[in-house]
């Protein structure tokens, strides 16, 4: 795993969970023990161990409140999707509706994805990846916050199976062009698509965080790669 990854101590977000309801914090007691997965820094992590059916796995990282991630498992029964997410009232969230709807190819980490590639994700583990609308963190002196940098794209490729999907998307065109930069200095490990749908089958549904950048005249660009190993 690359150094400078393991060193980075600059985190990409700030813990400020704000209202934990009684009914996410219920949800997340009951329903933990069925779908979620403990880390420990100390080992690799069996991930399709944790699911009922071995099919191809996709990471959805930073999933919110979890709608994304719930359409993303209705849509595609064929694959198994691990959702990581560092804040407990979406994990209670989403805990509640995958409960409700008996969804099985769900699977979710609660914490930092960073810990997660450096310490628990063996090589050629996914078949794609999804990081929908990350935190922009538009201060140019909060840049380094910035959970797209070259050494995460380093890391995630390494989890990421030979030919399997990375799919970015932003409303902050400012950090798309960041993120292009960035990705633009591995070019020999991710190649850019030039389609606007994903070649998993994967659709984008409009999250709370889209429709909020639409709201305010952003536009919203998606860019996908290639690994390429």
């Known amino acids: 795993m690359s ?8 985190r990409s977000f700030v813990i400020r969970e704000g209202r934990f309801t009684e009914a996410q914090k219920r949800a997340f007691e009951m329903y933990w023990p069925a779908y979620g997965i403990d880390t420990d820094p100390r080992r690799l992590i069996n991930l399709q161990h944790y699911f009922k059916t071995t099919q191809p796995l996709v990471m959805d990282v930073g ?13 595609r029964p064929d694959y198994n999707f691990l959702g ?18 008996e969804i099985e190819n769900i699977r979710i980490m609660n914490t930092d994805v960073l810990d997660l590639l450096t310490h628990n994700i063996a090589s050629d583990s996914c078949a794609g990846a ?32 030979p030919d399997a999907i990375l799919h970015l998307a932003s409303d902050w065109q400012p950090y798309v062009k960041f993120m292009q930069k960035q990705a633009a200095q591995l070019q020999e490990v991710l190649q850019p698509l030039q389609c606007e749908l994903n070649p998993l089958g994967l659709q984008r549904p409009a999250t709370r965080f889209e429709q909020r ?16 190993k």
Do not use: M, N
């Not at 997410?85 to 409960?99: S, T």
């Open 130 to 161: 999804t990081i929908w609308f990350p935190d922009p963190w538009p201060k140019q002196k909060h840049s380094k916050r910035r959970l797209i940098q070259k050494e995460f794209l380093v890391a995630i490729s390494k989890a990421l199976k």
């Open 84 to 101: 990581i997410e560092v804040y407990r009232p979406g994990i209670g969230a989403v805990l509640q509706k995958i409960h409700a709807l």
């Open 63 to 75: 999933f919110g409140a979890g709608d994304s991630l719930i359409s993303l498992a209705q849509q």
């Open 3 to 10: 150094e400078q990854l393991v060193r980075r101590s600059i």
């Open 213 to 228: 950048g639409l709201r305010r005249g952003h536009q919203v660009s998606d860019l996908l790669y290639k690994v390429c």
